[in-house]
Protein backbone atom coordinates (compact mmCIF):
# COMPACT_ATOMS: atom_id res chain seq x y z
CA UNK A 1 0.00 0.00 0.00
CA UNK A 2 2.93 2.30 0.66
CA UNK A 3 4.85 1.46 -2.32
CA UNK A 4 1.53 1.99 -4.24
CA UNK A 5 1.09 5.44 -2.65
CA UNK A 6 4.39 6.27 -3.60
CA UNK A 7 4.46 5.58 -6.61
CA UNK A 8 0.90 7.73 -7.24
CA UNK A 9 2.17 10.57 -5.74
CA UNK A 10 5.98 10.16 -7.83
CA UNK A 11 3.38 10.40 -11.04
CA UNK A 12 1.51 13.39 -9.19
CA UNK A 13 4.41 15.07 -8.77
CA UNK A 14 6.17 13.98 -12.12
CA UNK A 15 2.86 15.46 -14.38
CA UNK A 16 3.19 18.62 -12.23
CA UNK A 17 6.35 19.11 -13.30
CA UNK A 18 5.75 18.49 -16.80
CA UNK A 19 2.70 20.38 -17.18
CA UNK A 20 4.55 23.66 -15.52
CA UNK A 21 7.40 22.91 -18.12
CA UNK A 22 5.17 22.92 -20.82
CA UNK A 23 3.04 25.65 -19.87
CA UNK A 24 6.61 27.93 -19.14
CA UNK A 25 7.86 26.79 -22.78
CA UNK A 26 4.19 27.94 -24.28
CA UNK A 27 4.58 31.23 -22.22
CA UNK A 28 8.12 31.77 -23.80
CA UNK A 29 7.07 31.21 -27.26
CA UNK A 30 3.89 33.70 -26.96
CA UNK A 31 6.02 36.43 -25.38
CA UNK A 32 6.05 39.61 -28.04
CA UNK A 33 8.93 40.31 -26.50
CA UNK A 34 13.03 39.20 -27.93
CA UNK A 35 15.13 38.56 -25.16
CA UNK A 36 12.43 38.80 -22.42
CA UNK A 37 14.98 37.22 -19.20
CA UNK A 38 17.97 39.36 -20.97
CA UNK A 39 20.21 36.06 -20.81
CA UNK A 40 21.43 36.68 -24.32
CA UNK A 41 24.55 39.21 -24.49
CA UNK A 42 25.07 41.15 -27.70
CA UNK A 43 28.87 41.57 -28.97
CA UNK A 44 29.52 45.36 -30.08
CA UNK A 45 30.80 44.76 -33.68
CA UNK A 46 32.89 47.92 -33.23
CA UNK A 47 35.19 46.25 -29.60
CA UNK A 48 34.44 42.82 -30.72
CA UNK A 49 33.27 42.60 -27.30
CA UNK A 50 30.22 41.76 -25.12
CA UNK A 51 27.82 45.37 -24.28
CA UNK A 52 23.87 45.63 -23.81
CA UNK A 53 21.68 42.44 -23.58
CA UNK A 54 20.93 41.53 -27.19
CA UNK A 55 17.11 43.04 -28.74
CA UNK A 56 17.56 45.88 -25.71
CA UNK A 57 18.68 49.12 -26.87
CA UNK A 58 19.98 52.13 -24.87
CA UNK A 59 18.68 55.89 -26.01
CA UNK A 60 21.50 57.27 -26.61
CA UNK A 61 23.81 54.52 -27.78
CA UNK A 62 25.70 52.76 -24.87
CA UNK A 63 27.42 49.74 -23.75
CA UNK A 64 25.34 47.51 -20.66
CA UNK A 65 25.83 51.16 -18.15
CA UNK A 66 28.99 51.07 -15.44
CA UNK A 67 27.06 50.32 -12.50
CA UNK A 68 28.94 50.02 -8.73
CA UNK A 69 28.81 46.42 -8.06
CA UNK A 70 27.71 46.88 -4.67
CA UNK A 71 24.39 48.38 -6.68
CA UNK A 72 23.36 45.80 -8.83
CA UNK A 73 20.67 43.31 -7.38
CA UNK A 74 20.83 39.53 -7.65
CA UNK A 75 18.62 38.81 -11.03
CA UNK A 76 15.38 37.55 -10.48
CA UNK A 77 16.01 34.79 -12.21
CA UNK A 78 18.95 33.53 -14.50
CA UNK A 79 22.46 35.58 -14.83
CA UNK A 80 21.16 39.00 -16.43
CA UNK A 81 18.85 41.88 -15.94
CA UNK A 82 17.87 45.00 -17.92
CA UNK A 83 19.76 48.09 -16.13
CA UNK A 84 17.29 51.18 -16.97
CA UNK A 85 18.48 54.69 -16.44
CA UNK A 86 15.90 56.79 -14.18
CA UNK A 87 18.00 60.14 -12.96
CA UNK A 88 21.12 61.49 -13.55
CA UNK A 89 21.73 63.27 -10.43
CA UNK A 90 23.94 66.39 -11.80
CA UNK A 91 21.10 66.89 -14.06
CA UNK A 92 20.65 70.40 -15.41
CA UNK A 93 17.95 72.11 -17.06
CA UNK A 94 19.88 72.74 -20.18
CA UNK A 95 20.75 69.31 -20.69
CA UNK A 96 19.03 66.91 -23.03
CA UNK A 97 16.67 64.54 -22.08
CA UNK A 98 18.58 61.38 -22.75
CA UNK A 99 21.56 62.77 -20.66
CA UNK A 100 19.46 63.50 -17.42
CA UNK A 101 17.33 60.27 -17.70
CA UNK A 102 18.02 57.86 -20.62
CA UNK A 103 15.72 55.42 -21.80
CA UNK A 104 15.86 51.54 -23.25
CA UNK A 105 13.88 50.67 -26.34
CA UNK A 106 13.24 47.18 -28.35
CA UNK A 107 11.73 46.57 -31.30
CA UNK A 108 8.35 43.64 -31.20
CA UNK A 109 9.24 40.43 -32.47
CA UNK A 110 5.48 41.06 -34.11
CA UNK A 111 3.16 43.47 -34.64
CA UNK A 112 -0.01 43.98 -32.08
CA UNK A 113 -3.51 43.98 -33.88
CA UNK A 114 -6.35 46.40 -33.62
CA UNK A 115 -8.69 46.44 -30.45
CA UNK A 116 -6.99 43.15 -28.96
CA UNK A 117 -6.31 43.16 -25.45
CA UNK A 118 -2.69 42.33 -24.17
CA UNK A 119 -0.95 41.69 -21.09
CA UNK A 120 2.50 43.51 -19.85
CA UNK A 121 4.04 42.18 -16.84
CA UNK A 122 8.13 42.48 -15.32
CA UNK A 123 9.71 42.65 -12.29
CA UNK A 124 11.33 45.95 -11.04
CA UNK A 125 14.27 46.38 -8.32
CA UNK A 126 14.97 49.95 -7.15
CA UNK A 127 17.91 48.54 -5.26
CA UNK A 128 17.49 50.20 -1.99
CA UNK A 129 16.80 53.63 -3.33
CA UNK A 130 13.28 55.12 -3.02
CA UNK A 131 10.94 53.73 -6.19
CA UNK A 132 9.05 57.26 -7.12
CA UNK A 133 7.78 55.22 -10.74
CA UNK A 134 8.89 53.76 -13.66
CA UNK A 135 7.58 54.95 -17.33
CA UNK A 136 6.56 52.81 -20.20
CA UNK A 137 5.22 53.47 -23.95
CA UNK A 138 4.48 52.14 -27.05
CA UNK A 139 5.30 53.72 -30.23
CA UNK A 140 4.68 52.83 -33.87
CA UNK A 141 8.38 54.96 -35.07
CA UNK A 142 11.98 53.91 -33.73
CA UNK A 143 12.96 55.85 -30.56
CA UNK A 144 16.31 55.80 -32.12
CA UNK A 145 15.58 58.01 -35.05
CA UNK A 146 16.79 61.57 -35.26
CA UNK A 147 14.61 64.29 -33.75
CA UNK A 148 12.20 62.23 -31.88
CA UNK A 149 10.88 63.09 -28.63
CA UNK A 150 11.81 61.19 -25.94
CA UNK A 151 9.60 63.23 -23.46
CA UNK A 152 6.19 62.82 -25.27
CA UNK A 153 5.80 59.17 -26.89
CA UNK A 154 1.70 58.72 -27.50
CA UNK A 155 0.06 56.46 -24.65
CA UNK A 156 2.40 56.93 -21.68
CA UNK A 157 1.97 54.35 -19.01
CA UNK A 158 3.42 55.71 -15.37
CA UNK A 159 3.87 52.26 -12.51
CA UNK A 160 3.62 54.21 -9.52
CA UNK A 161 4.20 52.86 -5.85
CA UNK A 162 0.97 52.60 -5.42
CA UNK A 163 0.40 49.84 -8.79
CA UNK A 164 3.11 47.93 -7.36
CA UNK A 165 2.58 44.44 -5.89
CA UNK A 166 3.27 44.56 -2.56
CA UNK A 167 4.95 41.14 -1.92
CA UNK A 168 8.57 40.83 -2.94
CA UNK A 169 11.18 38.40 -3.78
CA UNK A 170 15.02 39.74 -2.86
CA UNK A 171 13.75 43.84 -3.28
CA UNK A 172 12.18 42.43 -6.45
CA UNK A 173 8.15 44.22 -7.22
CA UNK A 174 5.92 42.66 -9.97
CA UNK A 175 4.07 44.96 -12.19
CA UNK A 176 0.96 43.90 -14.59
CA UNK A 177 -0.83 45.94 -16.75
CA UNK A 178 -3.28 45.30 -19.22
CA UNK A 179 -4.48 47.15 -22.22
CA UNK A 180 -6.17 47.84 -25.79
CA UNK A 181 -3.69 47.97 -29.21
CA UNK A 182 -4.03 50.06 -31.40
CA UNK A 183 -2.62 48.39 -34.00
CA UNK A 184 0.71 51.01 -34.33
CA UNK A 185 2.64 49.38 -31.64
CA UNK A 186 5.99 48.33 -33.08
CA UNK A 187 8.59 49.64 -30.64
CA UNK A 188 8.40 49.25 -26.48
CA UNK A 189 10.26 52.03 -24.84
CA UNK A 190 10.93 51.81 -21.05
CA UNK A 191 12.44 54.66 -19.05
CA UNK A 192 11.63 58.02 -17.04
CA UNK A 193 9.61 60.42 -19.19
CA UNK A 194 9.14 62.98 -16.19
CA UNK A 195 10.47 65.99 -17.05
CA UNK A 196 10.84 66.55 -13.35
CA UNK A 197 13.58 65.45 -11.09
CA UNK A 198 12.66 62.46 -8.98
CA UNK A 199 14.73 63.85 -6.36
CA UNK A 200 17.59 61.17 -5.71
CA UNK A 201 20.17 62.70 -3.55
CA UNK A 202 23.93 63.04 -5.32
CA UNK A 203 25.52 60.24 -2.64
CA UNK A 204 22.71 57.96 -4.21
CA UNK A 205 24.71 57.52 -7.60
CA UNK A 206 25.15 54.52 -8.91
CA UNK A 207 28.54 55.28 -10.81
CA UNK A 208 30.70 58.22 -11.77
CA UNK A 209 28.92 59.78 -14.08
CA UNK A 210 25.92 60.03 -11.55
CA UNK A 211 23.19 57.96 -13.14
CA UNK A 212 20.79 55.72 -10.53
CA UNK A 213 18.98 52.85 -12.23
CA UNK A 214 16.18 50.87 -11.67
CA UNK A 215 16.60 47.10 -12.63
CA UNK A 216 14.23 44.98 -14.53
CA UNK A 217 13.92 41.23 -15.38
CA UNK A 218 11.60 38.59 -16.70
CA UNK A 219 9.76 41.16 -18.91
CA UNK A 220 7.20 39.45 -21.38
CA UNK A 221 4.11 41.04 -23.62
CA UNK A 222 1.16 38.53 -24.29
CA UNK A 223 -2.25 38.38 -25.80
CA UNK A 224 -5.34 38.07 -23.34
CA UNK A 225 -6.95 35.74 -26.23
CA UNK A 226 -4.00 33.36 -26.75
CA UNK A 227 -3.66 35.16 -30.62
CA UNK A 228 -0.47 33.41 -31.98
CA UNK A 229 2.13 35.27 -33.11
CA UNK A 230 3.16 36.39 -36.77
CA UNK A 231 4.70 34.06 -38.98
CA UNK A 232 7.96 35.75 -39.03
CA UNK A 233 8.53 36.11 -35.23
CA UNK A 234 11.65 34.00 -35.67
CA UNK A 235 12.86 36.15 -38.47
CA UNK A 236 12.18 39.41 -36.85
CA UNK A 237 13.91 38.16 -33.96
CA UNK A 238 16.90 37.44 -35.91
CA UNK A 239 16.79 40.89 -37.71
CA UNK A 240 16.77 42.56 -34.15
CA UNK A 241 19.92 40.41 -32.66
CA UNK A 242 21.58 41.37 -36.34
CA UNK A 243 21.99 44.92 -35.06
CA UNK A 244 25.32 44.64 -33.14
CA UNK A 245 26.37 48.24 -33.25
CA UNK A 246 25.86 50.19 -29.97
CA UNK A 247 27.93 53.18 -30.15
CA UNK A 248 26.80 54.79 -33.39
CA UNK A 249 23.89 57.47 -33.50
CA UNK A 250 20.75 56.12 -35.59
CA UNK A 251 22.05 52.72 -36.08
CA UNK A 252 18.31 51.48 -36.50
CA UNK A 253 16.93 48.09 -36.12
CA UNK A 254 13.89 49.24 -38.17
CA UNK A 255 13.03 50.46 -41.91
CA UNK A 256 12.84 54.10 -41.27
CA UNK A 257 16.13 55.84 -42.42
CA UNK A 258 16.17 59.75 -42.36
CA UNK A 259 19.05 61.91 -44.82
CA UNK A 260 21.41 61.80 -41.42
CA UNK A 261 20.95 57.96 -40.74
CA UNK A 262 21.50 57.27 -44.14
CA UNK A 263 25.12 58.98 -44.31
CA UNK A 264 26.02 57.57 -40.65
CA UNK A 265 25.05 54.23 -41.90
CA UNK A 266 27.70 54.37 -45.01
CA UNK A 267 31.03 51.67 -44.46
CA UNK A 268 32.87 53.05 -41.30
CA UNK A 269 36.22 52.97 -39.70
CA UNK A 270 37.79 53.32 -36.27
CA UNK A 271 40.07 55.56 -35.63
CA UNK A 272 42.34 55.99 -32.46
CA UNK A 273 44.37 58.92 -31.27
CA UNK A 274 46.00 59.39 -27.50
CA UNK A 275 46.30 62.52 -25.64
CA UNK A 276 48.89 62.44 -23.18
CA UNK A 277 48.31 63.90 -19.78
CA UNK A 278 52.00 64.73 -18.07
CA UNK A 279 52.28 64.44 -14.15
CA UNK A 280 53.02 67.74 -14.01
CA UNK A 281 49.12 68.64 -14.06
CA UNK A 282 48.70 66.79 -11.00
CA UNK A 283 49.79 67.17 -7.42
CA UNK A 284 53.06 65.67 -6.37
CA UNK A 285 51.81 61.66 -4.90
CA UNK A 286 48.47 62.53 -5.66
CA UNK A 287 45.10 62.42 -8.48
CA UNK A 288 44.31 65.90 -7.42
CA UNK A 289 43.68 67.74 -10.39
CA UNK A 290 46.46 71.37 -10.77
CA UNK A 291 44.16 74.50 -12.40
CA UNK A 292 46.42 74.29 -15.67
CA UNK A 293 44.94 70.88 -16.58
CA UNK A 294 41.54 72.44 -16.74
CA UNK A 295 42.91 74.87 -19.10
CA UNK A 296 44.57 71.95 -21.13
CA UNK A 297 41.51 69.75 -21.40
CA UNK A 298 39.25 72.57 -21.66
CA UNK A 299 40.97 73.14 -24.86
CA UNK A 300 40.82 69.29 -25.94
CA UNK A 301 37.10 68.79 -25.46
CA UNK A 302 36.34 72.03 -27.53
CA UNK A 303 38.22 69.91 -30.27
CA UNK A 304 35.89 67.08 -29.99
CA UNK A 305 32.75 68.38 -30.15
CA UNK A 306 31.36 67.18 -33.46
CA UNK A 307 33.01 64.33 -33.33
CA UNK A 308 31.70 60.75 -33.53
CA UNK A 309 33.33 59.19 -30.16
CA UNK A 310 32.51 55.70 -29.76
CA UNK A 311 35.05 55.58 -27.03
CA UNK A 312 37.47 56.48 -24.52
CA UNK A 313 39.73 54.97 -22.67
CA UNK A 314 41.73 56.96 -19.47
CA UNK A 315 45.28 54.58 -19.00
CA UNK A 316 47.41 55.85 -15.87
CA UNK A 317 50.77 55.23 -15.62
CA UNK A 318 53.73 55.50 -12.71
CA UNK A 319 57.59 55.17 -13.11
CA UNK A 320 59.15 52.50 -11.00
CA UNK A 321 60.05 54.46 -7.43
CA UNK A 322 57.68 52.55 -4.30
CA UNK A 323 55.59 50.16 -3.84
CA UNK A 324 54.37 48.15 -6.57
CA UNK A 325 50.47 48.57 -4.90
CA UNK A 326 50.71 52.48 -4.46
CA UNK A 327 51.58 52.77 -7.77
CA UNK A 328 49.10 50.90 -9.51
CA UNK A 329 46.54 52.87 -6.76
CA UNK A 330 47.83 56.04 -7.45
CA UNK A 331 47.71 55.57 -11.59
CA UNK A 332 44.32 54.62 -11.18
CA UNK A 333 42.91 57.33 -9.24
CA UNK A 334 44.71 59.49 -11.40
CA UNK A 335 42.55 58.26 -14.38
CA UNK A 336 39.68 58.34 -12.64
CA UNK A 337 40.74 62.14 -11.74
CA UNK A 338 40.48 62.72 -15.34
CA UNK A 339 37.43 60.55 -16.05
CA UNK A 340 35.59 62.91 -13.52
CA UNK A 341 36.64 66.02 -15.36
CA UNK A 342 35.55 65.02 -18.48
CA UNK A 343 32.27 63.68 -17.83
CA UNK A 344 31.88 66.84 -15.82
CA UNK A 345 32.18 68.80 -19.19
CA UNK A 346 30.37 66.62 -21.34
CA UNK A 347 28.04 64.48 -19.30
CA UNK A 348 27.33 62.86 -22.79
CA UNK A 349 30.86 60.64 -22.27
CA UNK A 350 29.79 58.67 -18.89
CA UNK A 351 28.70 55.52 -20.67
CA UNK A 352 31.54 55.67 -23.13
CA UNK A 353 34.38 56.14 -20.93
CA UNK A 354 36.55 53.29 -19.32
CA UNK A 355 39.79 53.85 -16.97
CA UNK A 356 42.86 51.52 -15.55
CA UNK A 357 45.64 52.16 -14.14
CA UNK A 358 48.95 50.41 -15.24
CA UNK A 359 51.58 51.46 -12.69
CA UNK A 360 54.96 51.01 -13.60
CA UNK A 361 53.42 48.41 -16.01
CA UNK A 362 54.22 49.87 -19.60
CA UNK A 363 57.25 52.43 -19.16
CA UNK A 364 57.87 54.41 -22.33
CA UNK A 365 61.72 56.05 -21.87
CA UNK A 366 64.26 54.55 -18.86
CA UNK A 367 63.16 54.39 -15.39
CA UNK A 368 66.85 55.14 -14.01
CA UNK A 369 67.29 58.24 -15.28
CA UNK A 370 64.78 61.66 -13.77
CA UNK A 371 64.02 62.53 -17.87
CA UNK A 372 62.83 59.00 -18.22
CA UNK A 373 60.71 58.58 -15.09
CA UNK A 374 59.02 61.76 -15.51
CA UNK A 375 58.01 60.92 -18.79
CA UNK A 376 56.58 57.55 -17.66
CA UNK A 377 54.68 59.53 -14.89
CA UNK A 378 51.54 60.15 -17.42
CA UNK A 379 48.10 59.77 -18.12
CA UNK A 380 46.70 58.70 -21.38
CA UNK A 381 43.35 59.60 -23.12
CA UNK A 382 43.04 56.89 -26.02
CA UNK A 383 39.96 58.04 -28.19
CA UNK A 384 38.14 55.87 -30.92
CA UNK A 385 36.62 57.93 -33.77
CA UNK A 386 33.94 56.60 -35.80
CA UNK A 387 34.44 57.85 -39.57
CA UNK A 388 32.50 56.93 -42.53
CA UNK A 389 34.88 55.27 -45.43
CA UNK A 390 34.79 58.06 -48.40
CA UNK A 391 33.38 57.17 -51.35
CA UNK A 392 35.65 56.34 -54.10
Given at each position: ?20 F ?27 A?C ?5 F????T ?24 E ?25 LK???Y ?16 N ?7 P???N ?9 I ?19 H ?8 K ?14 K???R??S????Y ?54 I ?6 I ?29 D ?28 R ?37 G ?6 V ?13
Amino acid sequence: MVKLASSFLLKIVICIFFACFVFSKQTTAQNFFANPGFEDINVCTEFNAFCAPEAWFYIRPTTNPLVNRSDVPIPLSGQNLLLVPMENVYCRKDFEASFCHGFVYTMLACPLLKDETYHIEFYVNSSGRKYHEINFAFSSIEPAIENFDVYRPPGIISIRATDLRKDTVNGWRKVTHDFTATGKEKYFILGNFSKSQLGFKKQERMNSGGMVYYFVDDISLTSNNGISLCQNYQVNIEKIYAQNFRHTNYMLVGDQLSEAVQEITKPIVFRNDTITIPAAFFKTGSAALMPSFNRLMDSIITTLDGKKIAKIEVVGHTDNRGSLLQNEQLSLARSQSVQSYLIHQRIQYEQIIFTSGKGPAQPVDDNNTEKGRAKNRRVEIVLTFIESVPEK
